[in-house]
């Protein structure tokens, strides 16, 4: 009788949604990885200078794991795991930094283990908490590269002397014969020029007709750019980066510059991940810490943390969660409702060469 009664209970409590504690809700997975994590007692992270604040914020949630923080620019830091690596040495934990990169120095000689396994915290699994109710990847497997973070790209200033902005609504409109002769380009290949050649209703025949056309002229000093522009040289300046810090001094000084936001075009802007990206190695030498770290980082904690200190240090951050606050980042670096957006660091856009190839045929030497 006491078994009937036990057993009556039990469905009971399942009927009402009693919490039992179950194996598929990551609490059991995550205790698991902290204890190992914490008798492992090491991280070991391969980023971008300016990332420390970020990850001191973790040192205080986890202090019985050290975190050990290799800061280097660039693609450096993939040249030099994979250098350690061929010499022997299982060094990193995990990488932190550009898409294209970690694409083309880890992810194809093998380097990476796949993110999904390690992803364990509920909230991070919970994709209704990011952008677009989805995890963003960065290869085209959607295994290896994590995404956290895209910011849109401004690439268009101009003489605020010399147009009105409102005469445009669609890049289209850059063909109009009155701006012949009156546009700069930049020409070290970079983000922007992915956007008009992959962009739909843009793409190479877009680019033909504006270099045909238009009279553009072309510069691979941005310095200049800024000068030419300041002075009413030119009334437009293309592909020219809003963080550049000839830009930037330009416009300091008041000189007359404005910019075309993300909403100004109706074909929309380019999204980019700079380096809200990051990865698991593989064969880490400490692959619990290092799980435990990345989930870390992809929490709320760690999101608010990572895109308090990237807008700190660029301006531009954007975290791909959506349930932590924005107040911080300046308007023009947030995503916005009912723009266009094309995320160049997906897998399909990062390969450089179809890009360079188009850009020496329209140029000639003049891109390279």
Do not use: C
């Amino acid at each position: 009788m006491q078994l009937l009664i036990t057993a009556f209970a039990y469905l009971l409590l399942l009927m009402v949604g009693f919490p039992i504690m179950a194996a598929s809700d990551g609490r059991e997975d995550w205790e698991n990885v902290l204890r190992a994590g914490k008798q492992e007692g090491r991280v070991v992270l391969y980023t971008f200078p300016g990332q420390e604040l970020v990850f001191q914020e973790f040192q205080k949630t986890f202090p019985d794991i050290k975190l050990v923080e290799v800061s280097v620019r660039g693609s450096e830091r993939v040249t030099r795991i994979v250098s350690e690596r061929r010499a022997g040495k299982y060094l990193a934990d995990i990488l932190i930094g550009g898409v294209g990169s970690a694409q083309s120095g880890l992810l194809k000689t093998g380097l990476l283990d796949p993110i999904k396994p390690g992803l364990i915290l509920p909230e991070v699994l919970d994709e209704s908490k990011w952008w677009q109710g989805k995890h963003v990847y960065g290869d085209d497997e959607d295994k290896y590269i994590f995404s956290f973070g895209g910011a849109p790209l401004y690439y268009f200033h101009y003489n605020t002397t010399l147009l009105n902005p409102q005469e445009f609504k669609s890049y289209w409109d850059l063909l109009n014969p009155k701006w012949k002769g009156k546009v700069v380009a930049f020409t070290q290949i970079t983000a922007p020029h992915k956007f008009f050649y992959y962009q739909s209703e843009l793409g190479p025949k877009f680019l033909h007709q504006l270099f045909s056309q238009m009279d553009v002229t072309s510069s691979g000093d941005m310095r200049q750019i800024a000068d030419w522009l300041g002075v009413g040289k030119f009334a437009i300046g293309m592909f020219v980066s809003p963080g550049n810090r000839s830009i930037g001094k330009a416009r300091e000084q008041g000189l007359p510059m404005g910019i075309f936001k993300a909403d100004h075009f109706k074909e929309g802007v380019a999204l980019l991940t700079a380096a809200g990206s990051g990865g698991l190695l593989k064969r880490a030498p400490h692959p619990n810490a290092a799980k435990l770290a990345f989930n870390w980082l992809l929490s709320r904690e760690g999101q608010i943390a990572f895109q308090k200190n990237y807008v700190r240090e660029t301006g531009a951050a954007d975290s791909f969660r959506i349930d932590i606050p924005k107040d911080e980042i300046p308007p023009e670096f947030r995503r916005k409702e009912g723009i266009k957006y094309l995320d160049i660091d997906q897998a399909e856009y990062i390969d450089p060469k179809p890009i360079q190839d188009f850009y020496n045929k329209l140029w000639g030497s003049r891109s390279k």
